[in-house]
Each structure stands twice: as C-alpha cells, then as structure tokens.
T-cell receptor, first 112, second 112 residues
Framework: NAGVTQTPKFRVLKTGQSMTLLCAQDMNHEYMYWYRQDPGMGLRLIHYSVGEGTTAKGEVPDGYNVSRLKKQNFLLGLESAAPSQTSVYFCASSHPLVYEQYFGPGTRLTVT | SQELEQSPQSLIVQEGKNLTINCTSS?????LYWYKQKYGEGLIFLMMLQKGGEEKSHEKITAKLDEKKQQSSLHITASQPSHAGIYLC????????????FGKGITLSVRP
C-alpha cells in the first residue's frame, strides 16, 4: 500500500495563478482532510470530507475549494493564488471507526 | 473554537535525559492525539488517549491524560537522537471523530 500520496511535492506560483493539489489514498478511508502548516501557527484544517461527494469547511477555508468526486481522491484548488497561501499543505485520511489519521508527505507551495 | 496550548515551545536535551512536554485544551477533550513530525515530512501517529487518567506507552514514550485539567503530558525516557522532531497534539472537541484541532507543536532536539 502506498498510503496517502500528494502531488506535486513542490510548486512555485505567481500571484493570481491557479492550481490543484491532488491527494490520493489507497486505504478505502471515508474521511479525508486538507491542512496547511505555517511557522508559529501549527497545523490548521482547511477543508475536510466525510465521504464521497461531500465536503465541509474547516478552520481556514477562504481562498480554497475542494472536491471529492471519488472516494480515494481529495482535490484542493487555489483559484487565484496569493502570497498568504505560501505554506506546506498536508493531506490526511482516516476511517470513522479508527482514530488515527494517516498523513501524506506534504506539498510545499510558494506564491510569489 | 477549541484551542490547544503546547509547552514548552521548544526543548533541547542531552541524549539519555528524560523529558516531559504538555498539551492543554481550552475545552472539554473527547480524545487527545499525539503525533510526531520529522522535518520536511508528514505526521506520524503516536497514540490516542480518551479517558481521564488513561496512560499509554509506545517504546520509551508515555502519554497521560488528565481529564479534569483538560491536559495531556508526553514523557520520553532516556531520550535518543531518533526522538528529535516536532511533537503535535490534536484534540477531538466534538466527539464525532471527524476532525481534529492541533496545537502549534513542540520542537525537540536531542544532543548526542
């Protein structure tokens, strides 16, 4: 099993550009999450999904959109990137009856 | 919203020494999770505590939950360089086991 994978691993964007981050899991997990990690701010939840076709806002959803068209994939979109979105983005997944969240290796995004 | 305060912010210890780090919640805890993160990598689940007074151990790491104080401590015995990293606590504030709030993390360095 690959676990949770994230694509790409690194990306540099210019202000105003758009991009999509892809998260894939092969553990048949119902729940999936997108977090961002910033120095001094810890890990903050952007959006999450409790099942295919469902999404919900987390703590810092503004400027991001998500989609969960397939159970194994969770996409995070930035429609118009801003320097404030420079961060490391982590995807995670979990099973509703198991407490552990499995994390991907992260995507380091820089917006100039 | 639930907030988690971790202390100290950072810690440097000599190899072989014991250490304790803490996580305090602003609200009732339905579950307290400890994760470890190595620099540039995703989070690895360590353990989860749910009941007041509960104590769990994994190798040389022991975590306890004080429900009344809404606090958890994580103790490392005879620290090793492999223990170095960022330790984050996460809390389930709703009991729904669907999303976690994380603290800012504690950076641990272990000097050989």
């Amino acid at each position: 099993n690959a676990g949770v994978t994230q694509t790409p691993k690194f990306r540099v964007l210019k202000t105003g550009q758009s991009m999509t981050l892809l998260c894939a899991q092969d553990m048949n997990h119902e729940y999936m999450y997108w977090y961002r990690q910033d120095p001094g701010m810890g890990l903050r939840l952007i959006h999450y999904s409790v099942g295919e076709g469902t999404t919900a806002k987390g703590e810092v959803p503004d400027g991001y959109n998500v989609s969960r068209l397939k159970k194994q994939n969770f996409l995070l979109g930035l429609e118009s990137a801003a320097p404030s979105q420079t961060s490391v983005y982590f995807c995670a997944s979990s099973h509703p009856l198991v407490y552990e969240q499995y994390f991907g290796p992260g995507t380091r995004l820089t917006v100039t | 919203s639930q907030e988690l305060e971790q202390s100290p912010q950072s810690l440097i210890v000599q190899e072989g020494k014991n250490l304790t780090i803490n996580c305090t919640s602003s609200k009732t805890l339905y579950g307290l999770y400890w994760y470890k993160q190595k620099y540039g990598e995703g989070l690895i689940f360590l353990m989860m505590l749910q009941k007041g007074g509960e104590e769990k151990s994994h190798e040389k790491i022991t975590a306890k939950l004080d429900e009344k104080k809404q606090q958890s401590s994580l103790h490392i015995t005879a620290s090793q360089p492999s223990h170095a990293g960022i330790y984050l606590c996460g809390a389930d504030g709703t009991g729904a086991n669907s999303k976690l709030t994380f603290g800012k993390g504690i950076t641990l360095s272990v000097r050989p």
